[in-house]
T-cell receptor, first 117, second 112 residues
Framework: EPEVTQTPSHQVTQMGQEVILRCVPI?????FYWYRQILGQKVEFLVS????????KSEIFDDQFSVERPDGSNFTLKIRSTKLEDSAMYFC???????????????FGEGSWLTVV | QKEVEQNSGPLSVPEGAIASLNCTYS??????FFWYRQYSGKSPELIMF????GDKEDGRFTAQLNKASQYVSLLIRDSQPSDSATYLC????????????FGKGTMLLVSP
């Protein structure tokens, strides 16, 4: 069964360092997402990406964050200067089409656990 | 602020019983509703979705939607210990292109 794959599974970084989280969405999917989940809290939307541009972003997704689709398969999330409060599980996700239309749903990768020290 | 509320639990049921998980949402215009299961330290895994008022059944799972009451529920019949997990309710808001708003989840514990 096709799946969203993410690397690394776990990263420890020092405060102020740049981090890049990588994802390979499901191959025929057109919409890509990043969500995060701070330990013990709910899954929060960060950004959605379609047709090589950001389609929506939350207030969490400030200037410290950026996303890129550098080639035909990868989708990356960059955090420019990490803070302690960025420690969380970051989930990449994808959907074939617009969520809620024609049964389209979001499928999540296994996550990248980021620890900022 | 669009909210999705769930009782955090834990909801404890014996093996073989019916587990009932509930969710309310604030955005009256929401049209699409999803239930995900999340094991500890793992990613959310889609169980089912529902768009229309009423019931939708898939195996041991039944989703129920009442848009007038802004309420969606998930019933799990013949609960198994392997069903022990956190169940996340997710709603696609009326505004917004393709995002989901998640509740905090209800922890379900099924005892053998």
């Amino acid at each position: 069964e096709p799946e969203v794959t993410q690397t690394p599974s776990h990263q420890v970084t020092q405060m102020g360092q740049e981090v890049i989280l990588r994802c390979v969405p499901i191959s025929n999917h057109l919409y890509f997402y990043w969500y995060r989940q701070i330990l013990g809290q709910k899954v929060e939307f960060l950004v959605s990406f379609y047709n090589n541009e950001i389609s929506e972003k939350s207030e969490i997704f400030d200037d410290q964050f950026s996303v890129e689709r550098p080639d035909g398969s990868n989708f990356t999330l960059k955090i420019r200067s990490t803070k302690l409060e960025d420690s969380a599980m970051y989930f990449c996700a994808s959907s074939e089409g617009v969520v809620g239309v024609s049964g389209n749903t979001i499928y999540f990768g296994e996550g990248s656990w980021l620890t900022v020290v | 602020q669009k909210e999705v509320e769930q009782n955090s639990g834990p909801l404890s049921v014996p093996e073989g019983a019916i587990a009932s998980l509930n969710c309310t949402y604030s955005d009256r215009g929401s049209q699409s509703f999803f239930w995900y299961r999340q094991y500890s330290g793992k990613s959310p895994e889609l169980i089912m979705f529902i768009y229309s008022n009423g019931d939708k059944e898939d195996g041991r799972f039944t989703a129920q939607l009442n848009k007038a009451s802004q309420y969606v529920s998930l019933l799990i019949r013949d609960s198994q210990p392997s069903d022990s997990a956190t169940y996340l309710c997710a709603v696609k808001p009326d505004s917004g292109y393709s995002t989901l708003t998640f509740g905090k989840g209800t922890m379900l514990l099924v005892s053998p």
